[in-house]
């Protein structure tokens, strides 16, 4: 009996609402177990509008690759195992030394020696990409591999899952915006634009040490961004789309959108039985809280400073800043220079001033993310 309720110890926090980085961190000790040679397990995503594979979550010591992004059209030796939907196994990989990519130098650069990379599959669809690296070289055996081979289909099994529950989510606010004929004033690309800001300055505020923000969150914040005004359904159409400034009771009414928007979360959240999603909190936070600022004088709760999770700080600069730089029923569009400067006057008393610091020091990527996503017909 005792034997039993050991095993299941050792397994049962994969089962919690732990996140898919804290599930692959207690597999990776699980696998070590076994193999203790296995230094890093790192799990690459698949983007399939991109075509660029990008880093997910890993367990390490070090972390070599983050926030990282590749084209799949410059790692041949990816896209062959991807084509072939076989795994491989490098056993040595000073056989890279000569002409390889930045991903696999910062991979050696950090010492590792070895690799066995497996591809991961939803059905038949590609969907990333799972590493396992060592410190030492030859020291993957032929016989270990049939297990490693096992411990890839669970992590493919964990990865799917939580790809699933995201698109179902998504897929369902999806359905919630078209059935209510929302006719959105934030038309365009507005929610493509300030999602890339958004994970814009994540990434850099990540880059520049901030331990909060992992690859997965950088990754669901992205995704969930766009959901930020989902409340918005719940104005009615004659203030949402009204030519000019609202009065005071109208106004009253547009400011519930964010609380509107938590309780939509709440109950689309509980249908779906995905009460636990790993998540949900981020996707509640950015919905409910877009509205506060720091110095705890927003809206709906007059929350302050830290207690503005980080995610929901960023999406309100991001925001505000598309907002700003973008034609309105009551305003016109601003140049990048006047949201700027209106960012900065915001900085500090509303807006948390690394995250606009940030953007404002990204000018280049912001330019870019406008003219890849510009409202202009042409
Ligand atoms: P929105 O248009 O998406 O604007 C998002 C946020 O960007 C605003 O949140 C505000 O923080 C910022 N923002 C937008 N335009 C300006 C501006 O000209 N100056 C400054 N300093 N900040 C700006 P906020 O104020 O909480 O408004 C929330 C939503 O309420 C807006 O979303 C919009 O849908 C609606 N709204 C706000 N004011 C008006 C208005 O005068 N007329 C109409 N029709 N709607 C308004
Ligand atoms: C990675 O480990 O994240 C990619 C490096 C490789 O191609 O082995
Ligand atoms: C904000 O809501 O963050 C800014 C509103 C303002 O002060 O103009
Ligand atoms: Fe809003
Ligand atoms: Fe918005």
Redesign the pocket.
Known sequence: MEEIVLAYGRYKDLHHTASLSEKIRILHQVIRQDFSYIDRVAVALFDRNMNTLKTFVQSAKDLPLQFYECLMDNAPSLMEIKARKKSRLVNDMSVFENGTHEHTKKIAANGYQASYSVPLFDSRAFIGMLFFNSYQKNVFLEQDLAKLDLYAQLVNSLVVNKLQSTQMLLGTFRSCLSLVSYKD??TGN?LERMARYARLIARELAKQGNPGLSDEIIETLFMFAPLH?IG?IGIPDS????????DEDE?QI??T?SAKGREIIDAVAQHLGLKSFDHISLLQNISGSH?ETIDGKG?PNRLKQDEIPIETQIV?VA??FD??TSH????PA?SNEKAFE?LKR?SGTKLNSDCVRTLIENEPAVKEIQKQFSDDPE
């Open positions: 004033p934030e507005h005004d918005k203030i949402l789309l009204k030519p000019g400034k609202l106004w547009m400011q959108h509205h809206y309100s925001d505000i907002a700003l309105r029923s009551y305003k601003w209106e915001l």
